[in-house]
Structure formats: structure tokens, C-alpha cells
């Protein structure tokens, strides 16, 4: 499917982080940084190093004389900026690192380019934070009291090469590009919106923001880019649009894909510039534009490149795009082929089940209003096929952010609660043996917006709750059904 970024933070024992990789069908860009962010808010500056949390009993750190609070200050006698050194420097031969220990200078031997785990723990990286003021940022649209992590405005190209993140590349420095080009941060996302640099420093809160000279350094140093543009109706849209394509589209494939989207607006947007959004026939008509520009690249360079996100497709009413359409999904983590790709799932793993469950079944699936219509295809079919399985799909009205925000990774449990009671009530026949969760709309630690959990969720309606992990077969037979096979 799509690139493996090969650089995973477990590997380096960073405290609270997760395993990354681009091939995750999942959309959870940025849930996997906030508890690692939180657990230290304080900034360590570039001549500090890297602390060391934990050592592990008998673990090589432990054995080459490593102590919880020492300081690596360099490796090799270059200097450590942050966790990407250790994984960019090391040899395959001993290493040797400067350590502080309060105040005590000392030298350690340490075996590190095998990529075995050392046996540490060390503090995470601090995010470089967003100093854009962007007309349409989702983090000034957001209520207060929402999950810890959530106010975060991130612009750091290392979480963008790590996790994925999209970045303005605003402040992106001469220093920043040498490192990237030099570590070989590859792929990176990039926020581009609009190619005009006075109109995207408009949308992005500031005075002027080229972006073509940035992509073009980095498209040089060998670093492959994807892209999105944002479309706010009567400012980047149109022929404002045309253009921005007409300008991106000749730097593929350092620039490898591009995503369009339209803008999310919440219902909290007291004191913000006065936008709207996109109405069926308006999205329909940027459908043709996009459609006609893949034309254009399938002519010169024998790939569509640009792709409409799956929320635009809902929103004009079009038919989902042949998996063939999205060249090997490069941008599924951020919403772009999403529906096709859990059809093709789900047909595949209709046929590795059987025609009857032992006993008779039923599910209800939970998600937004926008992805529902899609989903009730694939449950009819699985409904349809196997006998015993009865499988219902509840849209959630979402009240937390309001009617506009249609997508299911973004809803809040109190509304689940509130749609799930409702309908239970007005549902004779409305128990089911589990309740599943979209599994966009929790992060890494199973916490949705508002801070509620499948658990708190179950508890309320008195039904088994689950997030869906992506594997069909197993949700279809039950959890139980699948440890006994």
C-alpha cells in the first residue's frame, strides 16, 4: 500500500510513544503524540541533549553504565538535537556517547545501529507549535473541556515526517531544510491551500506565505512530499484553485499527491472570520474541476495525483471511486479514499467467513451522518450473505460541534450516549450483543473528543462497546468466538 516510513519511535524507547507506520489504513495523524507531549511540558533547549527517564534492568543501557537522569549530549562527537540523531548517526559499529550526570562529564560505549532496543527511556520531543493564525483552524473552532492535546497547534517537520502531520512549512528556516534534505525526512505533508503567496498568507493569518520556492528546495534534496489544499468558498476556490494545480501539478512526483478538501467549520465560531461552507451543487462543481485536472495528469504523466477527499465525494453525492482511482491510497490517512477502502476490505472478508453464525447475532455500527450511506451498503451485505447476522448503522447527530461536521472521526461520546438511548428507546428489538465504534474518532489511548471511552459509553446504555480495530472477520464472529478458533 502506501511508503513505510522505517523510522518507529519504540525503537529509540521514547516515553509514551507509539508504533508509526504510513501503511496504517487508520487516520490517527497526531493522536499518537499527545501523551507524550503532556507528560513534559517544559522545553529542553538543543544544548541540554536528551534525558534519560528509565533504564531497564539488565538491558544493554543498563550494562554500558547508563543511569535514569543522565543527559546524551553527543554521539560520535557530533552533537544531539533531539531522538532523530540517535536513529540518523549511529554506525554499525560501537558508538560513543558524552554524558552529563549532574554536572559530571562522562563518556559510554553503547551499541546502537543494530537497531535492538538499548533498554531506555528517553523524554520525548517537544512539538514546535503553530504561529499561524489560519482562517479556518480547527483548534480555534473547538469548545473548551475537550480531550488534553486537543488546543496543540502543531508545525514541526519531524511529527510531520513521523506521524504525518500536515505543516505550513511557515518558518521554515535554512537550517530546518539542510537537516531534512541531510537526514533524508522523507516523506513530509504539507499544508499548501493556495500557490498565490499574498492570498495563502491571507488564509493562513499572515503577511504573505510563499510556497513554491520551499517545495521546490525539497523536491531537490530528494525529499517526496504530499499535499493538501483546504478549500474555503470565495477565497481559494475556483479559479484561485485551477491556478494553485496548474502550479503544483509539474512538480510531480517530488510532489507525489495532493488532497482536496473542503473546509470544516464547527458551530463555535464566535469572533472568527465569517465563512461558509460547501453546498451540494458547489461541490459537484469542484468535483468536475478535480476530475478534470487528473484528466490533464493521466495525459502527461500517466497518474490521476490529485485526489477529492471522501468528504467532498458525501457531500456531492457522487459515487465512490473504483479502488484503482486512488493509485495505492496515498493519502488515506487523511480522509481520501477511506470508504473505499473499508469496501474492499469488507468484501474481502466476506469471503473468508461463513454463510451461518452458529447463533444468531446482531451489531450496531456507529458513525457520522455523511459516511452512513456507505456503510449500510457494506452492512446489508454481510447481512444479506450470513445468516443468524443482523447488522444495523446508527448516524449520530453531532451536537459537540455542530451540524456542518458530518465525519465520524469526529464525534463526542455524549452524543453516541444520547443517539444510542434515543434509539434503544424507540427500538423494541434493540438489544445487540456489541456496539462498534468508528475507529477514527478515539486516540491512541481510546479517548474520544470529550474525554469519554468505549467502556464509559458501554456502561450508560449497559451493552458491550468496541472500537473497531479493522478486523472485519473477528467483528462479524465476536471476540469470544475468535479466541476459541
Same mark, same amino acid.
Given at each position: 500500500?502506501?511508503?513505510?516510513?522505517?523510522?518507529?519511535?519504540?525503537?529509540?524507547?521514547?516515553?509514551?510513544?507509539?508504533?508509526?507506520?504510513?501503511?496504517?489504513?487508520?487516520?490517527?495523524?497526531?493522536?499518537?503524540?499527545?501523551?507524550?507531549?503532556?507528560?513534559?511540558?517544559?522545553?529542553?533547549?538543543?544544548?541540554?541533549?536528551?534525558?534519560?527517564?528509565?533504564?531497564?534492568?539488565?538491558?544493554?543501557?543498563?550494562?554500558?553504565?547508563?543511569?535514569?537522569?543522565?543527559?546524551?549530549?553527543?554521539? !560520535? @562527537?557530533?552533537?544531539?538535537?533531539?531522538? *532523530?540523531?540517535?536513529?540518523?548517526?549511529?554506525? %554499525?559499529?560501537?558508538?560513543?556517547? /558524552?554524558?552529563?550526570?549532574?554536572?559530571?562529564?562522562?563518556?559510554?560505549?553503547?551499541?546502537?545501529?543494530?537497531?535492538?532496543?538499548?533498554?531506555?527511556?528517553?523524554?520525548?520531543?517537544?512539538?514546535?507549535?503553530?504561529?499561524?493564525?489560519?482562517?479556518?483552524?480547527?483548534?480555534?473552532?473547538?469548545?473548551?473541556?475537550?480531550?488534553?492535546?486537543?488546543?496543540?497547534?502543531?508545525?514541526?517537520?519531524?511529527?510531520?515526517?513521523?506521524?504525518?502531520?500536515?505543516?505550513?512549512?511557515?518558518?521554515?528556516?535554512?537550517?530546518?531544510?539542510?537537516?531534512?534534505?541531510?537526514?533524508?525526512?522523507?516523506?513530509?505533508?504539507?499544508?499548501?491551500?493556495?500557490?498565490?503567496? =499574498?492570498?495563502?498568507?491571507?488564509?493562513?493569518?499572515?503577511?504573505?506565505?510563499?510556497?513554491?520556492?520551499?517545495?521546490?528546495?525539497?523536491?531537490?534534496?530528494?525529499?517526496?512530499?504530499?499535499?493538501?489544499?483546504?478549500?474555503?468558498?470565495?477565497?481559494?476556490?475556483?479559479?484561485?484553485?485551477?491556478?494553485?494545480?496548474? %502550479?503544483?501539478?509539474?512538480?510531480?512526483?517530488?510532489?507525489?499527491?495532493?488532497?482536496?478538501?473542503?473546509?470544516?467549520?464547527?458551530?463555535?465560531?464566535?469572533?472568527?472570520?465569517?465563512?461558509?461552507?460547501?453546498?451540494?451543487?458547489?461541490?459537484?462543481?469542484?468535483?468536475?474541476?478535480?476530475?478534470?485536472?487528473?484528466?490533464?495528469?493521466?495525459?502527461?504523466?500517466?497518474?490521476?495525483?490529485?485526489?477529492?477527499?471522501?468528504?467532498?465525494?458525501?457531500?456531492?453525492?457522487?459515487? =465512490?471511486?473504483?479502488?484503482?482511482?486512488?493509485?495505492?491510497?496515498?493519502?488515506?490517512?487523511?480522509?481520501?479514499?477511506?470508504?473505499?477502502?473499508? @469496501?474492499?476490505? /469488507?468484501?474481502?472478508?466476506?469471503?473468508?467467513?461463513?454463510?451461518?453464525?452458529?447463533?444468531?447475532?446482531?451489531? *450496531?455500527?456507529?458513525?457520522? @451522518?455523511?459516511?452512513?450511506?456507505?456503510?449500510?451498503?457494506?452492512?446489508?451485505?454481510?447481512?444479506?450473505?450470513?445468516?443468524?447476522?443482523?447488522?444495523?448503522?446508527?448516524?449520530?447527530?453531532?451536537?459537540?460541534?455542530?451540524?456542518?461536521?458530518?465525519?465520524?472521526?469526529?464525534?463526542?461520546?455524549? %452524543?453516541?450516549?444520547?443517539?444510542?438511548?434515543?434509539?434503544?428507546?424507540?427500538? /423494541?428489538?434493540?438489544?445487540?450483543?456489541?456496539?462498534?465504534?468508528?475507529?477514527?474518532?478515539?486516540?491512541? !489511548?481510546?479517548?474520544?473528543? !470529550?474525554?469519554?471511552?468505549?467502556?464509559?459509553?458501554?456502561?450508560? =446504555?449497559?451493552?458491550?462497546?468496541?472500537?473497531?480495530?479493522? !478486523?472485519?472477520?473477528?467483528?462479524?464472529?465476536?471476540?469470544?468466538?475468535?479466541?476459541?478458533?
Amino acid at each position: 500500500m502506501t511508503q513505510l516510513v522505517a523510522y518507529q519511535l519504540p525503537k529509540l524507547g521514547v516515553a509514551g510513544s507509539s508504533p508509526v507506520s504510513r501503511s496504517n489504513p487508520r487516520p490517527r495523524r497526531g493522536f499518537a503524540l499527545e501523551a507524550a507531549l503532556l507528560k513534559n511540558q517544559k522545553s529542553r533547549t538543543q544544548s541540554e541533549g536528551i534525558k534519560v527517564l528509565r533504564i531497564q534492568k539488565n538491558s544493554r543501557a543498563e550494562r554500558a553504565g547508563l543511569r535514569a537522569g543522565d543527559v546524551l549530549s553527543d554521539l !560520535d @562527537s557530533r552533537p544531539l538535537e533531539d531522538l *532523530l540523531d540517535l536513529k540518523f548517526y549511529p554506525s %554499525d559499529s560501537v558508538s560513543a556517547l /558524552a554524558v552529563d550526570r549532574g554536572g559530571r562529564k562522562l563518556k559510554v560505549r553503547l551499541q546502537l545501529g543494530d537497531g535492538a532496543d538499548p533498554g531506555w527511556e528517553l523524554e520525548p520531543m517537544q512539538m514546535r507549535t503553530c504561529h499561524c493564525n489560519c482562517i479556518f483552524c480547527f483548534v480555534h473552532q473547538l469548545p473548551e473541556d475537550l480531550r488534553p492535546g486537543l488546543s496543540i497547534k502543531d508545525e514541526d517537520y519531524r511529527f510531520s515526517f513521523l506521524f504525518g502531520n500536515y505543516l505550513t512549512l511557515v518558518g521554515f528556516t535554512s537550517r530546518d531544510l539542510e537537516r531534512v534534505v541531510r537526514m533524508r525526512l522523507s516523506p513530509l505533508y504539507v499544508s499548501i491551500h493556495a500557490t498565490d503567496p =499574498i492570498l495563502r498568507g491571507r488564509l493562513l493569518g499572515v503577511k504573505r506565505a510563499p510556497i513554491l520556492p520551499t517545495l521546490e528546495k525539497l523536491i531537490h534534496g530528494g525529499i517526496a512530499l504530499h499535499g493538501q489544499i483546504v478549500v474555503v468558498r470565495g477565497w481559494n476556490d475556483g479559479e484561485t484553485l485551477e491556478k494553485s494545480l496548474n %502550479d503544483l501539478g509539474p512538480l510531480y512526483p517530488g510532489l507525489a499527491s495532493l488532497a482536496v478538501a473542503p473546509v470544516g467549520l464547527t458551530r463555535h465560531r464566535q469572533r472568527l472570520t465569517e465563512l461558509r461552507g460547501m453546498n451540494a451543487e458547489e461541490a459537484k462543481e469542484m468535483l468536475l474541476q478535480i476530475e478534470g485536472f487528473q484528466e490533464r495528469m493521466i495525459n502527461d504523466f500517466g497518474r490521476r495525483w490529485v485526489y477529492p477527499a471522501d468528504e467532498l465525494l458525501l457531500l456531492a453525492q457522487a459515487p =465512490i471511486p473504483a479502488e484503482e482511482a486512488y493509485e495505492g491510497y496515498p493519502q488515506l490517512e487523511n480522509g481520501v479514499g477511506l470508504c473505499r477502502y473499508y @469496501s474492499e476490505q /469488507a468484501e474481502m472478508a466476506l469471503k473468508q467467513l461463513v454463510l451461518a453464525l452458529p447463533e444468531k447475532r446482531r451489531i *450496531l455500527w456507529i458513525t457520522g @451522518s455523511s459516511a452512513s450511506a456507505n456503510l449500510q451498503n457494506i452492512a446489508a451485505a454481510f447481512s444479506n450473505k450470513i445468516r443468524n447476522l443482523e447488522i444495523k448503522v446508527l448516524a449520530v447527530h453531532n451536537e459537540l460541534l455542530g451540524d456542518s461536521v458530518t465525519v465520524a472521526g469526529l464525534l463526542g461520546g455524549q %452524543d453516541i450516549v444520547a443517539a444510542l438511548q434515543k434509539y434503544l428507546s424507540q427500538n /423494541a428489538d434493540g438489544s445487540f450483543d456489541a456496539v462498534f465504534l468508528p475507529p477514527d474518532c478515539v486516540n491512541h !489511548d481510546g479517548v474520544l473528543l !470529550d474525554d469519554w471511552t468505549a467502556d464509559r459509553i458501554g456502561q450508560q =446504555i449497559g451493552m458491550p462497546v468496541e472500537v473497531f480495530d479493522g !478486523d472485519w472477520v473477528g467483528m462479524i464472529r465476536g471476540r469470544e468466538a475468535e479466541a476459541a478458533r
